[in-house]
């Protein structure tokens, strides 16, 4: 049976014990918290697009084959400068000419530093890439995963308030014809009024 005495004596032992005993580690101070990664690129830059000379393929593509339709087309444009002795001036394009849920109307453009003297024959011609204001947005990763950045961007302009003018087009900072296509990085220009 335990009493009083007993308890308090436990008690007393344990006081003397807790005292004497060497100093508790002191847990270590946590770094102080850090503010999320910044993202590089701002989600919604306004841009000044000035044309550029092209060459490019007009063509119309379904969605479940846009991919490797586009990459043809960068394959027989790069062929096409190659045999003309020509060399491109920046990323290469789709430029987006109409969307519907089904397909797209779209150019698949070069820049060039330079018209061509000579007009391209065949299914190469040459041109110019958009002209005027636009929202730029950047992308990282699949041509298929695209589609939430497109539902991110729609969201953006429709809470700010801004008018499409019903162009928009992509400009593929990294190759699209070596960059593995989970590594892509690619600017997307909406036209704006």
């Not at 444009?77 to 109409?98: C, D, E, R």
């Not at 797209?104 to 011609?125: I, M, S, W």
Request: proline share 9%; charged share 20%.
């Amino acid at each position: 049976m335990v009493t009083c005495r007993m308890l308090r004596c436990a008690t007393i032992l344990f006081a003397i014990a807790f005292l004497h005993a060497p100093a508790f580690a002191q847990a270590p101070t946590p770094p102080p918290a850090q503010e999320p990664a910044q993202n590089p690129e701002p989600f919604g830059e306004e841009v000044t697009l000035t044309g550029k000379p092209t060459v490019f393929i007009a063509g119309k593509a379904n969605w479940d084959k846009a991919w490797p339709t586009l990459i043809a087309n960068f394959k027989t444009i790069s062929a096409f400068l190659a045999k003309q002795k020509m060399a491109p001036a920046g990323a290469v394009m789709t430029i987006y000419l109409t969307v519907k849920d089904t397909g797209f109307e779209y150019q698949a453009a070069v820049p060039l530093a330079v018209a061509p003297a000579k007009l391209p024959r065949g299914v190469v011609t040459a041109g110019q890439s958009p002209v005027g204001k636009a929202i730029k947005f950047v992308h990282h990763g699949s041509y298929e995963s695209m589609e939430m950045l497109y539902e991110a961007i729609n969201n953006y302009l429709d809470g700010k308030g801004i008018e499409k003018q019903g162009l928009f087009y992509e400009e593929y900072v990294t190759d699209p014809l070596t960059t593995p296509e989970d590594k892509l990085v690619v600017n997307v220009y909406v036209m704006v009024k």
